[in-house]
Nanobody, 119 residues
Framework: QVQLQESGPGLVKPSQTLSLTCTVS??????????WHWIRQPPGKGLEWMGL???????YYSPSLKSRTSISRDTSKNQFSLQLSSVTPEDTAVYYC???????????WGQGTQVTVSS
């Protein structure tokens, strides 16, 4: 059973960069055909897909966030990370890292981490 755990600061100031890390256990982020996603949920709103990284390191981003988003990985630690630059209060949300299994179905989710953007 793959398990994911998000970590990072819970409070970020406007205009700064939000940085989160997802630590994966029970499976390798380099194993095909797994895909690893970042998804967020602002308060009172639905889930918003932000981007993904494939087992081979390729990345894709939401067009609406592409200019501010970067996903990287550290294979030695079995982690992948999210950076979101120039944050505003509208980026306040619960951020989740998610595993996509073969066939395109989401599998394991992290518990989510609350990030608040405020001065």
């Amino acid at each position: 059973q793959v398990q994911l755990q998000e970590s990072g600061p819970g409070l970020v100031k406007p205009s700064q960069t939000l940085s989160l890390t997802c630590t994966v256990s029970g499976g390798s982020i380099t194993t095909s055909p797994y895909v690893w996603h970042w998804i967020r949920q602002p308060p009172g709103k639905g889930l918003e897909w932000m981007g993904l990284t494939f087992h081979d390191g390729r990345t894709y981003y939401s067009p609406s966030l592409k200019s501010r988003t970067s996903i990287s990985r550290d294979t030695s630690k079995n982690q992948f990370s999210l950076q979101l630059s120039s944050v505003t209060p509208e980026d306040t949300a619960v951020y989740y890292c998610v595993q996509e299994r073969a066939g395109g179905a989401f599998g394991s989710w992290g518990q989510g981490t609350q990030v608040t953007v405020s001065s």
